[in-house]
């Protein structure tokens, strides 16, 4: 969700958090990946402009950061 909010194909995003792209496409698909992974894709979804919201009730989730103007 957080990489269509962006607008940014699999291989833009693998390219920012510096993995490839079937890398991406794991993650998407649900698959288990090794935490520093995770964590390269998190770092470039949050420089990116992704908030991370914590789980409340419904779950986890995502937001795009407010733009300064």
Request: proline share 3%; no cysteine; charged share 30%.
């Amino acid at each position: 969700m957080a990489r269509v909010a962006l607008g940014l194909g699999v291989r833009e995003l693998a390219a920012l958090a510096k993995v490839a792209p079937a890398t991406i496409s794991r993650l998407e698909a649900g698959e288990e990946l090794k935490e520093r992974t995770i964590l390269d894709i998190r770092n470039a979804l949050d420089t990116a402009g992704i908030m991370f919201i914590d789980q409340n009730g419904n779950g986890p989730g995502v937001r795009l950061r407010d733009r300064q103007a």
